[in-house]
């Protein structure tokens, strides 16, 4: 397809990427997986984290928004099945790309011969002083269909074992170091400071309102999380100990935390035939 000249090619950190520049922000999109590299709003440090160091591809890039589709983890699927599906390892391609009236920029983008039997997958991305990112998912097929899902973020920061999320308080959530055993109850922000189990997190917070905000005192800055139809949020960082064993971690732990909107665990989405299914994340930043 033709670019419009806010969209470019080229690599980005040995990748090829299509590159976007607005007005109001920066964006980075790999060929991929087609994984959100890097996010920057004017003025900004980047929202996102990548790693830098990486294995050749088709290893999973580590960072930015992996997409995991159409499982979750392996969940529903057999041992020998891709962690988070396929199409975080497939290339993809870029269908559309438009400059919006507004000055931002949006383009749709499809994985190339990674669709899960009748699912259908397609995504939109609205580059601007927010940015939009939304998954769609179609039920071809004439049977039901079940999926799980997530946009798996690496949110950059200035030291994980600081920050704080506020938007679970009083839920109930899953941990998957007590292999999902019983629901427990979050009361007041998620941190890494848990006295049960400190400096790590793997969670599942099912039945969530939507809204998160990640406080940052070291970058002095607030990321604002709005998702729609999105049932559950995922907060994850290995901790010191296990990012010792993960050679795109290391210590780099410390640079960020993973909030994901999400329908995973006991948030399963049920595909009629010909039914569709949409999934979106709105980032935003400001000072502290």
Same mark, same amino acid.
Not at 38 to 43: D, E
Not at 49 to 54: V, Y
Not at 150 to 177: C, I, N, W
């Given at each position: 397809m033709?670019?419009?000249?806010?969209?470019?090619?080229?690599?980005?950190?040995?990748?090829?990427a299509w590159?976007?520049?607005?007005?109001s922000?920066?964006?980075?999109?790999?060929?991929?997986g087609?994984q959100?590299?890097?996010?920057?709003?004017?003025?900004?440090p980047?929202?996102l984290?990548?790693?830098?160091?990486?294995a050749a591809?088709?290893?999973?890039?580590?960072?930015?928004?992996?997409?995991?589709?159409?499982?979750?983890?392996?969940?529903?699927?057999?041992?020998?099945?891709?962690?988070?599906?396929?199409?975080?390892?497939a290339r993809?391609?870029l269908?559309?790309?438009?400059?919006?009236p507004?000055g931002?920029?949006?383009?749709?983008l499809?994985p190339v011969?990674?669709?899960?039997?009748a699912?259908?997958?397609?995504m939109?991305?609205r580059?601007?002083?927010?940015?939009h990112?939304q998954?769609?998912?179609?039920?071809?097929?004439?049977?039901?269909?079940?999926l799980?899902?997530?946009?798996?973020?690496?949110?950059?920061?200035?030291?994980?074992?600081?920050?704080?999320?506020?938007?679970?308080?009083?839920?109930?959530?899953?941990?998957?170091?007590?292999d999902?055993?019983?629901? $427990?109850?979050?009361?007041?922000?998620?941190?890494?400071?848990?006295p049960?189990?400190?400096?790590?997190?793997?969670?599942?917070?099912?039945g969530?309102?939507?809204?998160?905000?990640?406080?940052?005192?070291?970058?002095?800055? $607030?990321?604002?999380?709005?998702?729609?139809?999105?049932h559950?949020?995922?907060?994850?960082?290995?901790?010191a100990?296990?990012a010792?064993?993960?050679?795109?971690?290391?210590?780099?732990?410390h640079?960020?935390?993973?909030?994901?909107?999400?329908?995973?665990?006991?948030?399963?989405?049920?595909?009629?035939p010909?039914?569709?299914?949409r999934?979106d994340?709105?980032?935003?930043s400001?000072?502290?």
């Open positions: 033709q670019l419009i000249p806010e969209v470019t090619t080229g690599l980005y950190h040995g990748l090829e590159q976007v520049q607005t007005a922000a920066t964006a980075v999109i790999s060929v991929f087609g959100l590299l890097s996010y920057v709003p004017a003025g900004q980047d929202l984290w990548l790693s830098p160091t990486r591809l088709p290893t999973p890039i580590r960072g930015g928004v992996p997409i995991c589709w159409p499982w979750f983890g392996r969940q529903g699927q057999p041992a020998d099945a891709p962690a988070h599906g396929r199409v975080r390892t993809w391609q269908q559309q790309a438009s400059r919006l507004d931002d920029v949006e383009l749709e499809v011969r990674a669709d899960a039997a699912l259908r997958l397609s939109q991305l580059i601007g002083a927010r940015l990112q998954l769609h998912s179609h039920n071809t097929g004439a049977d039901p269909v079940t799980t899902q997530a946009l798996h973020s690496y949110f950059r920061v200035g030291d994980a074992t600081r920050v704080e999320v506020d938007g679970v308080d009083g839920l109930h959530y899953l941990d998957k170091y007590e999902y055993a019983q629901p $427990r109850l979050q009361q007041g922000p998620w941190h890494l400071r848990d049960r189990d400190p400096g790590r997190s793997d969670r599942i917070y099912p969530t309102s939507g809204h998160y905000v990640l406080r940052d005192p070291v970058l002095q800055r $607030r990321i604002d999380i709005h998702s729609e139809g999105s559950t949020l995922v907060a994850w960082n290995p901790g100990e296990a010792a064993q993960m050679a795109d971690v290391g210590e780099g732990w640079d960020y935390v993973c909030l994901e909107v999400a329908n995973a665990g006991p948030d399963v989405i049920e595909l009629a010909g039914a569709s299914h999934m994340q709105i980032l935003s400001s000072a502290l």
